[in-house]
């Protein structure tokens, strides 16, 4: 069987037996990995520490019938100390690999991975709040999925926007006509937050108050999980926007 190289970030680990870890990956030209790192939990062990979630490393590994072997691994990245710190940060970064991890193998894409590569650095240097940094992440991730949100036009007639609700259901943003009763009102301010988040515009993203970007990290969470099929258990845990430390 041959081997390989790639960039990875390592999105979660699992147990296996008394010494051995099967590690999840987010590679850069190989998709989604999973693949055994042995020995990794003994004291002794060259690249344990590379294998930890949030890390980004250069590996190499053995191509296995069901499950592939790590050799070697290099560290790229070392964003797992500065993130696992702060609880914003930490649960933040949880929220962002759990979501990776819940895309299908065809969207696993090289611009996938340096999103979050880019992510988890932006986490781990404290450039902005934790909860922006995600939300901003989130939306990301699902325009490259394709699952992009409407956020002028009406995302189910195309009406000219700008519109005020919300839906997820229905791709984003939607006009009067087409929203249904109960939707969720979308403010001019909680409209342009998304937009900049969206652009990565952080200047206006820095300056929104924390009433607003609490609004649209609700909208965010709710387009997130609509569109990845399953709830992001991390989401719970993910402090609200003022309750952030930079």
Do not use: K, N, Y
């Given at each position: 069987m041959p081997t390989y190289r790639d960039e990875v970030v390592v999105l979660r680990t699992h147990k296996l037996g008394e010494a051995d870890r099967i590690v999840t990956l987010l590679s850069r030209r190989h998709g989604k990995l999973r693949a055994v790192a042995k020995g990794v939990r003994r004291t002794s062990s060259r690249f344990g520490a590379r294998l930890e979630p949030f890390m980004v490393a250069d590996v190499q590994l053995y191509q296995g019938r069901s499950l592939d072997i790590v050799q070697q691994a290099e560290s790229i990245g070392s964003y797992g100390a500065d993130i696992a710190v702060h609880y914003d940060r930490y649960t933040?970064?949880?929220?962002m690999v759990e979501a990776a991890d819940r895309l299908n193998e065809a969207e696993a894409t090289p611009q996938q991975y340096l999103l979050l590569v880019g992510g988890l650095r932006a986490l781990s240097k404290g450039e902005h709040a934790s909860r922006s940094i995600l939300d901003s992440y989130l939306l990301r991730a699902m325009a490259l999925s394709g699952w992009a949100p409407s956020l002028v036009e009406c995302a189910r007639c195309g009406a000219a926007g700008p519109h005020d609700?919300?839906?997820?259901?229905?791709?984003?943003?939607?006009?009067?006509?087409?929203?249904?009763?109960?939707?969720?009102?979308?403010?001019?301010?909680?409209?342009?937050?998304?937009?900049?988040?969206?652009?990565?515009?952080?200047?206006?993203?820095?300056?929104a108050t924390a009433g607003t970007g609490a609004a649209a990290s609700g909208l965010i969470a709710a387009y997130a999980q609509?569109?990845?099929?399953?709830?992001?258990?991390?989401l719970a845990h993910v402090s609200a926007p003022q309750g952030e430390n930079r």
């Open positions: 933040s970064a949880h929220a609700a919300f839906v997820a259901q229905l791709g984003g943003t939607v006009c009067r006509d087409c929203a249904p009763t109960g939707s969720a009102r979308l403010d001019a301010q909680t409209a342009g937050l998304l937009r900049s988040l969206m652009a990565g515009e952080w200047d206006d993203v820095d300056a609509w569109h990845l099929e399953r709830g992001i258990r991390s």
